[in-house]
């Protein structure tokens, strides 16, 4: 069931029933989930919301609240698995699902009844034919139980020999079907990806629903090239065309409110598109900091070595910015530098080979003082959500990181700020040890690398996102620092402890840092394999089928099968 088909059938729903909202722990999700808040604040709906991080999580959730809702909306999560063979619901039970989430289960497609998608019109899906995966049983006619005393008239025999010989070929035809079913299955899910972004379904299926809320815009779309190394959810194509939609979107707003008799006062919200730097907070840090910090200069500069730091020097120095400016906070800059800042960086930062320090982006301002770009709002709440400091149930970090979309909420939003810049500056100092003490080493079909117990911010990286961004973060660096062309083109995977008291690791894989666009990962159904064939005690209970629990006892068996399955 697509967009077209049950977009109109989702909204009357959720106006008029009572829904229990199940949002995944991640940012997309999260920004979804203040978008659908609006939503039901304007129409008076009355709805649970229960954060799930994991497979467990919402298996639990589903089964505390079946019996006080018949209409469950997923938000980011739930289009990979077969979603009634998992969660075994009444007849009278019914789930829209909205996820990025690439490939969606066959049963859930083909399924439409309980399960309703909601996905763009546009977005290729490369689902199997029905008759390819779907067979209607057929009867089995039983044999007859025949005398063969020889006196059988041959009329009878023959026919008898003639439907032995039929239903072998129907067994035949049906053992070649079931094999080609399999091929199939196995060719669409070997890969896993990610569709379009649910806010940016949200935002384009019914925007005109949310134009008061419109400021969530920006809070998500966020997808600039240095966020899509936070989530990867968009190819460079697609976010620009993506991206573009949205500044229609944007304009029309913007334009509402310039009417001179209705202008609006400094201190509202004003959303603007533009071209920004692709340094990672800078305009709430010091241009020194986010230099070093980014994954993309610190990786094109080598700053890990001493001719990186060298090279960065020089680059400053290219640029004419005195080490007293960049070294203080952004706002604290002489005016006369940071109107021509950007253009002073981009050129310089052509001559020193990072042609891409150029991004669009969105940015939201509330009266002079306060400005904030798509992507720092997703380090600062990505940030709040992954929270090491525990301050009472799971869920406070979600509704920490959900309250800081908030414009009142303004001071958890610096929070989220201040911790995301501690997780950068621990990325870093952690990719600088893992290349210089050689950690990452080949392990023939991909590279391989595995924090220590006892590693500085070791804790940190027990979470998924955190340690995605370090593995990409890693992976980038490394390519640049190598000079085997080889491992230039080979995936990464990477391990860190999660808890040592039950001796387990976290383990992700992330696929190979090259110019093509395919960004499709493998490693999903490979690490199942991996863990079936060796009976290694594994916990597959992220929603990305790429990261994975596994019992520090069981690694070394693992990766060799690992390595066995993909040589």
Not at 521 to 533: I, L, P
Request: glycine residues 4%; charged residues 30%.
């Amino acid at each position: 069931m697509f967009i077209s088909d049950c977009r109109r059938e989702f909204y009357d729903v959720i106006v008029s029933q009572r829904v229990l909202l199940l949002v995944a722990s991640d940012v997309d999700a999260l920004c979804a989930c203040k978008i659908l808040q609006a939503l039901f604040q304007c129409d008076h709906v009355q709805y649970t919301l229960v954060p799930v991080s994991g497979w467990q999580e919402l298996e639990t959730a589903f089964l505390e609240h079946k019996d006080q809702f018949k209409y469950f909306v997923l938000i980011n999560c739930g289009a990979n698995v077969d979603l009634l063979e998992i969660l075994q619901p009444e007849e009278d039970t019914f789930f829209f699902v909205c996820d990025s989430h690439r490939p969606i289960n066959v049963v859930n497609v083909y399924n439409d009844t309980q399960i309703k998608l909601l996905v763009k019109q546009d977005d290729d899906l490369d689902v199997p034919a029905y008759d390819d995966i779907f067979r209607d049983e057929e009867d089995e006619e039983e044999d007859s139980e025949c005398d063969s005393d020889g006196s059988e008239p041959s009329e009878k025999r023959r026919r008898f020999e003639e439907g032995v010989i039929e239903r072998t070929m129907k067994r035949r035809q049906r053992r070649e079907w079931e094999a080609r079913r399999r091929e199939i299955i196995f060719d669409y899910e070997q890969y896993e990806y990610h569709g379009t972004s649910v806010i940016f379904m949200l935002l384009t299926g019914q925007c005109v629903i949310f134009r008061k809320h419109f400021c969530v815009l920006v809070i998500k779309y966020k997808n600039t090239q240095e966020e899509s190394e936070v989530t990867n959810l968009f190819l460079r194509m697609k976010y620009v065309t993506d991206i573009g939609i949205l500044q229609r979107h944007v304009s029309r707003h913007n334009h509402r409110n310039e009417d001179e008799e209705n202008s609006l006062s400094i201190d509202c919200m004003r959303i603007a598109f533009e071209y920004d730097l692709r340094l990672a907070l800078y305009q709430h840090w010091s241009l020194y900091e986010s230099l070093c910090n980014t994954s993309y200069t610190s990786a094109s500069l080598k700053l890990w070595s001493v001719q990186g730091q060298k090279r960065l020097q020089e680059f400053l120095a290219d640029m004419g910015l005195p080490l007293k400016q960049v070294k203080q906070k952004f706002n604290s800059m002489d005016m006369s530098l940071k109107e021509n800042l950007r253009e002073m960086i981009e050129e310089s930062a052509n001559k020193f080979g990072m042609k891409d320090l150029r991004v669009q982006t969105f940015s939201i301002h509330f009266g002079f003082k306060n400005k904030f770009s798509a992507s720092d709002i997703v380090y600062a709440t990505a940030s709040l959500m992954e929270n090491i400091e525990k301050e009472g149930p799971e869920t406070t970090n979600f509704i920490k990181a959900l309250d800081s979309l908030s414009r009142g909420n303004l001071d958890k939003l610096h929070q989220g700020l201040d911790l995301a810049k501690k997780q950068l500056r621990a990325i870093q100092q952690t990719v600088a040890s893992c290349i210089c003490t050689n950690l990452v080493i080949s392990q023939g079909p991909f590279l391989y690398c595995s924090l220590m117990e006892g590693t500085p911010d070791v804790k940190l990286f027990s979470k998924p996102v955190s340690l995605c961004l370090l593995s990409k973060y890693l992976l980038k660096s490394f390519v640049c620092s190598t000079k085997n062309k080889r491992c230039k083109l080979l995936p990464l995977i990477m391990a860190a402890p999660m808890d040592v008291e039950q001796g387990t690791v976290i383990m992700v894989g992330i696929p190979p840092e090259t110019e093509s666009s395919d960004k499709k990962n493998f490693f999903g159904r490979a690490f199942e394999k991996a863990a079936d064939s060796t009976n290694s005690r594994t916990l597959h209970n992220h929603f990305d089928m790429s990261i994975i629990e596994l019992k520090t006892e069981d690694r070394s068996k693992f990766l060799d099968a690992l390595i066995s399955l993909l040589s």
